[in-house]
């Protein structure tokens, strides 16, 4: 079974940033997924194994940055200029394929989810 451990999140004030972590037991292509209250679950970014390439909601594009360190696999999301419409529980995801990485059914293992608040 493969744990994904987040780190990070918490209160920020709108304009500031917040970097989220996630440690995987393994090799996969990762990525991170938000839900703001009665809201839909939101694809926000994702990252292939080898990290060569990067995806990203247009919500969070040249805001948001994900990168990753295959040496113990964890990947980072720096998250820059944030608004209150980031406030959301974000979800750290990983699979081992890649290909895709853009959608809620490309993902078998999910995170328990960090809480971000974005005050305004």
């Known amino acids: 079974q493969v744990q994904l451990v987040e780190f990070g999140g918490g209160l920020v004030q709108a304009g500031g940033s917040l970097r989220l972590s996630c440690e995987a037991s393994?090799?996969?292509?990762m990525g991170w997924f938000r839900q703001a209250p009665g809201k839909e679950m939101q694809f926000v970014s994702a990252?292939?194994?080898?990290?060569?390439?990067?995806y990203y909601a247009d919500s969070v594009r040249g805001r948001f940055t994900i990168s990753r360190d295959s040496a113990d696999n964890t990947v980072s999301l720096q998250m820059n200029s944030l608004k209150a419409e980031d406030t959301a529980v974000y979800y750290c995801?990983?699979?081992?394929?890649?290909?895709?990485?853009?959608?809620?059914?490309?993902?078998?293992?999910w995170g328990l989810g960090t809480q971000v608040t974005v005050s305004s």
């Open positions: 990252i292939s194994r080898s990290g060569s390439n990067t």
């Open positions: 393994g090799s996969y292509a």
């Open positions: 995801v990983a699979t081992p394929r890649d290909y895709g990485l853009s959608f809620r059914v490309d993902y078998d293992f």
